[in-house]
């Protein structure tokens, strides 16, 4: 049977190539972008089978609205898919309140919104898919994504507990998180602060660190994703690429040994030892 999707940010990137794999597959595809431009040539191929809805998701009747315009033209949702972000690079002494405050709106608001606008569709139906995409940015963190950071550890924790919320109506939540792939999030979508000189060492240390990345292809992602939603039982959580489960691995593996060592202090805490 095939799928109804709602995707945010479909005009680039893993947006763009979600959605080519639904519809070369037979799905059906409710795809956003601000710019529906950017998606003439989708909707040209696949006139039936593709709905192209322009949208902000940091306005929250929008998203409301959208949602359930993709639910009435397509008579159900089956995968909801938060995919519209940008990275924004800046120290954290160099961001300024608008900065930060841009880069919560859309990160995590926006997929907050959308989420919140499908789930009573979700659970009227006793089943659905929610895809958040995330990154090893939201469980680990690296000199000047410190906003970044900020946004996808926040989407980590609450689709998290959502998943906990919504089991018992059938609906799974699953967190994307990615490597290094060759999308514009850290080209022309991206945003950068103003640089503070004292912090260039850190920088060059850091473009350092970046250039030893394995980058992928975002077309190469399309079986995985189609692995994901078509999966009895998807997981929560899940790695796209080979450099995250290293870099988890080794953070992890640093975290668990430091509160080891703190251990007796933690104890200490609560009055025991």
């Given amino acids: 049977m ?8 479909v005009s680039r990137g893993f947006g763009r190539e979600w959605t080519l794999a639904a519809l070369e597959r037979g799905d059906r595809v409710a795809g956003t972008a601000r710019d529906l431009a950017t998606v003439d040539d ?10 192209a809805l322009r949208l902000d998701v940091t306005d929250r009747d ?8 993709a639910a009435e033209h397509f008579g159900r949702l089956d995968i909801v898919v938060n995919n519209a972000g940008y990275g924004h690079f800046g120290m954290i002494e160099e961001l300024t309140e608008q900065e930060v405050r841009a880069q919560l709106e859309t990160n995590v608001f926006g997929a907050m919104w959308v989420t919140q606008a499908a789930l009573p569709i979700l659970r009227a139906q006793g089943s659905g898919h929610i895809i958040q995409v995330s990154s090893i940015g939201g469980i680990s963190a690296f000199q000047n994504l410190g906003a970044y950071h900020a946004s996808k550890w926040a989407l980590e924790g609450f689709s998290q507990a959502l998943s906990q919320e919504v089991a018992g109506f059938g609906i799974h939540v699953t967190l994307i998180e990615p490597g290094g792939f060759s999308t514009d999030w850290a080209g022309p979508s991206s945003v950068h602060s103003a640089p503070n000189p004292a912090y260039d060492p850190v920088r060059e240390a850091r473009e350092k660190v970046r250039g030893e990345r394995n980058v992928g292809e975002p077309t190469g992602t ?3 994703i189609l692995a994901v ?41 609560q009055g025991t030892e």
């Fill in 62 to 69: 929008a998203d409301f609205a959208a949602v359930q315009q």
């Fill in 42 to 51: 989708i909707a040209a191929k696949y006139p039936d089978d593709f709905l």
């Fill in 2 to 9: 095939s799928k109804v999707w709602f995707i945010t940010g």
């Fill in 222 to 224: 399309r079986a995985a």
């Fill in 229 to 269: 939603v078509d999966a009895p039982k998807p997981p929560l959580r899940i790695f796209f690429g080979v450099d995250p489960l290293r870099i988890a691995t080794a953070d992890y593996e640093s975290r668990l040994a430091l509160w080891r060592e703190w251990e007796a202090t933690s104890r200490l805490a």
